[in-house]
């Protein structure tokens, strides 16, 4: 059993890099994997781990995925699925099974649906297979702001679901890059190793030295990296524009 952030945390090491790679293809979907394969082959030592989205996961399957998957282990990346899941425990926890077992080694859900008969099921599933469970916690777009930010009995519905993060034991949170106050106000309730990964870096607007400055462990990059025609450089922009000062 390893653990998703001593994983992140050694690849990280090893590359000096904060990126996990959201392999988020588009266009002919007959050829969606072998891209995302083509892409992962050219920036697979430059990251920590890869995510994959509906792009992918809807168009092919779990069972399709096996050559992402395969070289994803050949270079020692864990897969994340991002299938934000937000149903009953039993339903969470069946989903959960099928990724863990087909390569996936961890899985975002939604804090939403609450612990009793729902993320109850998909952790204790999670903790049975040695897999890991992300929570949202707070999301990049702009109207997530309508949903998260809500009071909820005098308490941002976000730093609630912080709480529940800790309370429950989850790998860690998801928050959003073009908020760092809130990546800020988040790693102040969660445990020191529970990870925040921070999407909406590039495309969203979001900075991301600013999200790593605030808190967050890892950025989730998609867009800028896999429609880039040149997606080594795009890491590289990113990683140099890391190691700037101001
Ligand atoms: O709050 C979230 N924002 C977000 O963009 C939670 C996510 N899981 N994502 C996902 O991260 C999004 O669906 C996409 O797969 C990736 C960001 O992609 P990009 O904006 O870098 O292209």
Redesign the pocket.
Known sequence: VRLLRDWLDTNSQKSGSKVIL?A?VGGPVETRVDRAVSILDQVGERIVAV?V?WHILLTDGVRGLRALKERCEELGLPLIA?MKLNDIGTTNAEAAKILFSNGFEAV?ANPFVGYEDGIRELLAEAKKMGKGVIL?VY???EGAKEGYALQADGEKLYLRFARKTKEWGADGA?V?SRSPSVIREVRGVLAAEQLILS??????GGEPGEALAAGADYL?????IVESKDPVGAVERLERSLRAPG
């Open positions: 959201a988020d995510k989205n991002d975002i949202l999301m990049s777009h998801i959003s999407p909406g870096v590039g495309f969203q989730i990059v998609g867009r800028s």
